[in-house]
């Protein structure tokens, strides 16, 4: 089983920024691939952004400039810098592999409003 566990999120004005951080434990070692999702009110969760083992990256269109993935192999920890938030980057941020596994953490609100 995989367990993780997400953090960082909370109210901020458009504009702002606000750093996720996800702490991954049990069954990782063989995880290649890590990547943030999002659910907004009322919408499926999607796809944000994706880092590799080797360090590549991917982003959605609608956050590439703004937002940063990274993974911190000795902490187990994935982090994603977000900035320039938008009131449409408002939703509950989770972090899983890609794709995603079974098993989700509780995800982190991210509330972007004026």
């Known amino acids: 089983q995989v367990q993780l566990v997400e953090s960082g999120g909370g109210l901020v004005q458009p504009g702002e920024s606000l750093r996720l951080s996800c702490v991954a434990s049990?069954?990782?070692?063989?995880?290649?691939?890590w990547a943030w999702y999002r659910q907004a009110p009322g919408k499926q969760r999607e796809f944000v952004t994706s880092i590799s083992a080797t360090g590549s990256t991917y982003y959605v269109d609608s956050v590439k400039g703004r937002f940063t993935i990274s993974w911190d192999t000795a902490s187990k920890t994935v982090h994603l810098q977000m900035s320039s938030l938008k009131p449409e980057d408002t939703a509950i941020y989770y972090c899983?592999?890609?794709?995603?596994?079974?098993?989700w953490g509780q995800g982190t609100q991210v509330t972007v409003s004026s």
């Open positions: 049990g069954s990782i070692a063989s995880i290649y691939r």
């Open positions: 899983n592999e890609d794709p995603p596994g079974p098993f």
